[in-house]
């Protein structure tokens, strides 16, 4: 069975960082591709940024140049590091992977058939 656990959220300034984690089990991280989403109450899950197969990545325009998502293959997880905070990237965090290597919408929560638990995310002003 594959099983993806999110770590590494929490509370934190507007301006500050924080890294998530999402640990692999029954699958290899990057053998298709990855994402991560975020949800707030009321609202669908969204796409914060995605990996192809082949590392190419993808970000939704309010987090890019801010948020980069990376992968270590030696320790089967991938990485989704967050500076310059905002409090509308407070929510709760998804690790998602899909049974695709490719996608033109990599963004799209529809493509992902694994999904973690969580982490949640809170900024404050």
């Known amino acids: 069975d594959v099983q993806l656990v999110e770590s590494g959220g929490g509370s934190v300034q507007s301006g500050g960082s924080l890294r998530l984690s999402c640990d692999a089990s029954?699958?290899?991280?990057?053998?298709?591709?990855m994402g991560w989403f975020r949800q707030t109450p009321g609202k669908e899950r969204e796409g914060v940024a995605a990996?192809?197969?082949?590392?190419?990545?993808e970000y939704d325009g309010a987090v890019k140049g801010r948020f980069t998502i990376s992968k270590d293959s030696a320790r089967n997880t991938l990485y989704l590091q967050m500076n310059n905070l905002k409090p509308e990237d407070t929510g709760m965090y998804y690790c998602?992977?899909?049974?695709?290597?490719?996608?033109?919408?990599?963004?799209?929560?529809?493509?992902?058939?694994?999904w973690g638990q969580g982490t949640q995310v809170t900024v404050s002003s």
């Open positions: 029954g699958y290899i991280i990057g053998d298709t591709f």
């Open positions: 998602a992977a899909s049974v695709w290597k490719f996608s033109r919408a990599l963004l799209r929560a529809s493509n992902y058939k694994y």
């Open positions: 990996m192809d197969a082949t590392g190419d990545t």
